[in-house]
């Protein structure tokens, strides 16, 4: 089965809202985490990841940190834009480092 | 630079065709992988290449799929007598050591 899992979508938000996208994963060990993006009509995108324990990714405003208390890596975004819309992809990393990714999640935001 | 391309973009064709999806990756990145991402499965792994090694075919769905890695480069995903279940967005990403993986843009292969 698949060993990301990650919030149903569609998101809406309205411009300035603040965003949560949640993640959690089942992993041995301590794998790497990451959030893709695939914008409308764009190939998938790295957004941010994190390698070990603690570690805070953050790009664009938006920001994950990787806990291994709970085995989750939250998308978080204090004030999302129209251009955020996309679908986001939480992935996590295995022993030859393929991607697992979770179902995605779409997020819509209108002004 | 460049970043890993994929080709052709579109391909369309009949059920029990054969199928050739080719992948460029980025210049000196040793590891290729190929990912499908279709609406009943979402993006899964299928197969990865690194270096000479064996490549790790864990997640090719059929024996009717296979893939080279021609010089440690270019790499082409080969899928005999086409199913409509095939139809989907074919990805390839490429790695140099540890980095991140780099998405190409896709393959759409629309099976009628």
């Known amino acids: 089965g698949n060993s990301v899992t990650q919030m149903e979508g569609p998101v809406t938000l309205s411009e300035e809202a603040f965003l949560t996208i949640n993640c959690t994963y089942t992993?041995?060990?301590?794998?790497?985490l990451f959030w893709y993006v695939q914008y409308p009509g764009e190939g998938l995108q790295l957004l941010l990841k994190?390698?070990?324990?603690?570690d805070k990714g953050s790009n664009k405003g938006f920001e994950a940190t990787y806990r291994k208390e709970t085995t989750s890596f939250h998308l978080e975004k204090g004030s999302v834009q129209v251009s955020d819309s996309a679908v986001y992809f939480c992935?996590?990393?295995?022993?030859?480092?393929?991607?697992?990714f979770g179902t995605g999640t779409r997020l819509q935001v209108f002004p | 630079g460049a970043g890993v391309s994929q080709s052709p973009s579109n391909k369309v064709t009949e059920k029990g065709k054969d199928v050739e999806l080719r992948c460029d990756p980025i210049?000196?990145?040793?590891?290729l992988y190929w990912y499908r991402q279709s609406l009943g499965q979402g993006l899964e792994f299928l197969i990865y290449?690194?270096?000479?090694?064996?490549?790790?075919k864990s997640g090719l769905p059929s024996d009717r799929f296979s893939a080279e890695r021609t010089g440690g480069s270019v790499s082409t995903l080969t899928i005999q007598r086409t199913q409509q279940e095939d139809s989907a967005v074919y990805l390839c990403?490429?790695?140099?050591?540890?980095?991140?993986?780099?998405f190409g843009p896709g393959t759409r292969l629309t099976v009628l």
């Open positions: 990403a490429s790695r140099r050591s540890t980095d991140t993986q780099y």
């Open positions: 992993a041995t060990g301590y794998p790497s």
């Open positions: 994190a390698t070990k324990a603690d």
């Open positions: 992935a996590r990393g295995d022993d030859t480092d393929k991607l697992i």
């Open positions: 210049s000196g990145h040793t590891a």
């Open positions: 290449f690194q270096g000479n090694s064996a490549p790790d």
